[in-house]
Nanobody, 126 residues
């Protein structure tokens, strides 16, 4: 079992940066692919970024590519999402998630992630 706790959300102006953190419990954290998803009001939850357990390979949604960076520190059981050049359309609740399966291709679909945090709100004003 893995428990995930997000932090770092807040209210910022367009163009600003935020760094989200996700603290994970569990001794097998380093073997999980970790992802970030977000859900805006009235919309479905969508994939943002993921980082594989094996080689640290990263995958991004097109909407955040070149602005967001996902990273992980296995020694600290932490995952981060550095968000730069934030836009109002980035406003959402951001969720950290863990995928315990061994996959050749990093998953970008939420139903393949086994553990979820409670989410942290990010609001970007124009």
């Amino acid at each position: 079992q893995v428990q995930l706790v997000e932090s770092g959300g807040g209210l910022v102006q367009a163009g600003a940066s935020l760094r989200l953190s996700c603290a994970a419990s569990g001794r097998t954290f380093s073997s999980y692919t970790m992802g970030w998803f977000r859900q805006a009001p009235g919309k479905e939850r969508e994939f943002v970024a993921a980082i594989s357990w094996s080689d640290g390979r990263t995958t991004y949604a097109d909407s955040v590519k070149d602005r967001f960076t996902i990273s992980r520190d296995n020694a600290k059981n932490m995952v981060y999402l550095q968000m730069n050049s934030l836009k109002p359309e980035d406003t959402a609740v951001y969720f950290c998630a863990a995928d315990r399966a061994f996959r050749l291709v990093t998953s970008i679909v939420e139903y393949e992630y086994d553990y979820w945090g409670q989410g942290t709100q990010v609001t970007v004003s124009s």
